[in-house]
């Protein structure tokens, strides 16, 4: 069956092809499928190259408030001799989805209402955004039904940590640490235990329990991930967008220069979920 009027083709001269839910680029405003949706991928004169502001000394992240100078901040936490960053000194965000009022440390706004979200919400799909309605041309009910399922699964894969009762929670934790897999070289001892969520936009993996040598650091275990969900990694290139590591509990990311074994019982249990998400660098830095 033939559906000539739905979707639009991709800008890219060499491309062309039909997407029936294309991405506008919020530089050029040009419309483009998922395979050119960066800026990198279709060429756009207008993207501006964006860099996380982090201390050259001790790599650490330093937090920017809005109007606040990125050099100022960083020589006075150099002067300072390089104390550890309060991360409680960032802004907030609500969510402004239906009844949800949840707060989370990291911006996440929609690309085509604007409007902030939190961490369940933060897909258009997820907050119902006019903007699906606009590009389904009204024909939205083709895609209702895939819709609904990947809802569902987004909302499972959260309530599945959070609803829980302790016990069976740490029941659950133990039987995965048991199966989790990793590199078997590592002794036993060196394990640090970590359960991944994959991008669910770019994976169909399913959370899976992984060990890692505690020595290594966060943006060694990152690349380790992306590897083993598939996932595409351009953290060595500029860009705007980068994978994080964040954790499900608060939605803070984790430092990338940040060794394993640095983490306190307090900030990380043996096993505690963690999402590997694609972050526009602003949203980090804010």
Sequence with gaps: MELPDVGQHCGVAVCQQLDFLPFVCEQCQGIFCENHQKFSDHGCDTSIDKVVPTCPLCNQIIVVLSGQNVNTLVNRHIEAGCPKEDMRKMVTYRCSFGRCRKKEKVRMSC????????MRHRYPRNHECPSLATQNNGNGNIFSSFLNTTQQRINATISRYRKKRPETKARTRERKMRQAVGNSRVP???RFYME???????????PKMMYF??????GQVLDLIAREGNVRNLNNRSGDEKLYLLSLETGIPFQNSRKLSSF???EFKPGDPVLLER???DEVSR
């Excluded at 690309?111 to 939190?118: L, P, T, V």
Aim: charged share 40%; glycine share 0%.
């Design 279 to 281: 972050l526009h660098v």
């Design 188 to 190: 036993v001892n060196d």
């Design 264 to 266: 306190t019982p307090e």
């Design 213 to 218: 040598d505690k020595r290594k650091r966060i």
């Design 111 to 118: 690309r085509e209402c604007e409007e902030q979200f939190c």
């Design 196 to 206: 991944v969520i994959f991008p669910l936009e770019e994976t169909p993996i399913p």
